[in-house]
């Protein structure tokens, strides 16, 4: 019995590429596959990312979207790229294109982990330099509570209990914004950004280069899960507002990306670096191109148990050994569904959301088209 009658979603990486490299050929895409030179899946096959161009080679108005970029979260985002190509008929315009970038992060989705073989939260990669050498005492203090372990997993009660603690002395906001925005000195910490450009980076960047140099409008969406109401679609749009670039985003997808901050435990959006988006975005634009681009997460659960996700996220790697198999397998399933729910009904949301997501970005690019 599957675990869901849902069949775009899967149950495996690579069941999920499977069902992606045989849907792009029946609809004749032209597809492309970058094998991770170093790394394999736990059952030592090849990790690959793979892509697929759907509509003419020149076109000029190209819808990119992007699945995995956080291991696990790739089964959603890679159903919606599924359900796009089973529904999809045709293009209004012969100059419209999408690009499906299909597992960015294929180590992350295979082994289970929100991050690359290098403990990399790949959305924090992106950055021009990698600060390794300057970390701030409440870095430490918070990289320090955060990796608190027992052979048993995460010191989830100390944890929790000191960072009551740090928020009532610093305040909420800058506690949150430590354990969001990426840090770049605890390489076996929480939210690492790496010290240098990740394979999956370099690989995302040489998809861009390829396909975007024709583009003059450009909309790009990084599929994610876990921030926002269960089931529903929440926009992190990262243009500055009042830009030309947010008002596109805000006439795409409309006053649902005015509530970029709504979802944070400190009603203030954290100061994210490194994001895939913003790097994707600037690749586009230094081609010329006009972009719309946000990421679109879909709710789960609560941020307090989304962050234990990340705390397990961390443990499976550095802790789990022979000695405790059994408590290991445990946590992985319970990481694996706070960001994957084992729901059909949030998973229909999902789709149906979108199905609607991208009809919008699509009609303002056939739009662009008549302009
Ligand atoms: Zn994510």
Known sequence: MPDSVLPVFSQSYEEARDKFLLLSKEHGAYSRSYKHPSACTPNGAPLMLETAWIGPRDAKNVMVMVSGTHGPEAYTGAAIQLNWLNGHKGFPSPSMAMLLIHGVNPYGWAHSSRTTEHNVDL???????????????????????????????????????????????VGITKVVNEISNGQYTHAKGIGYGGDSAEWANLTMRAVLDEHLKQADNVTIIDWHTGIGRYGEPYFLCFDE????????????WGA??????????????????GLLINAARDIA?????????????????????????LLIDRWLRYHADEENLQIAAKLQTQMLRLFYPEDERWRASVLQHSETIIAQSLAVLNTDDAS
């Open 123 to 169: 959305n924090r990669n992106f950055v021009d330099s990698y600060p390794s050498d300057t970390s701030s005492q409440l870095t430490e203090q918070v990289q320090a509570l955060l990796c608190s372990s027992s052979p048993k997993g995460p010191r989830f009660k100390t944890i929790f209990i000191g960072l009551i603690r740090l928020l009532l002395n």
């Open 256 to 273: 649902a990306i005015d509530k970029s901050n709504a979802g944070y435990s400190s009603g203030q959006r954290p100061d994210y670096q």
């Open 241 to 252: 507002p009042f830009s030309e670039e947010y008002q596109r985003a805000r006439s795409c």
């Open 285 to 309: 634009q230094g081609f010329g191109a006009k972009t719309t681009t946000a990421v679109i997460e879909f709710g789960t659960y609560a941020n307090l148990k989304m962050l234990k996700g």
